[in-house]
């Protein structure tokens, strides 16, 4: 017998993610995050690291539940334009649906 399909609701609150590569810079942190400061708005989830693919990198991971699909697009764009970042990839995640 197989178990039964999980399905994410659409309905269900969404969490914007953000993932930035950036030069190892001191100014780049406090640029990515005067964009949401600016607009009231606190990441629910962050984290920054120094390395990984490459060890002159800084990697910024940025999490904002319930956040409007538009404006996730504008911070995309706004990211984009912080001096030193050199990536910005973005996605959605929705919760589980209770069984």
């Excluded at 969404?14 to 590569?21: E, G, I, L, P, R």
């Excluded at 001191?26 to 629910?44: A, D, I, Q, S």
């Excluded at 999490?63 to 995309?76: K, S």
């Amino acid at each position: 017998m197989s178990s039964p399909e999980r399905t994410v609701a659409l309905d269900q609150p969404s969490t914007a993610c953000f993932s930035v590569h950036a030069a190892v810079d001191v100014g780049v942190m406090p640029r990515l995050l005067e964009l949401f400061c600016k607009r009231g708005l606190m990441p629910t989830r962050l984290h920054a690291s120094v390395g990984g693919r490459h060890a002159d990198e800084l990697s910024v991971d940025l999490e904002m539940a319930g956040l409007d699909p538009d404006l996730a697009v504008r911070l995309i764009a706004e990211m984009q334009q912080v001096w030193g970042v050199t990536l910005v990839m973005a996605n959605e995640k929705r919760a589980a649906p209770a069984c």
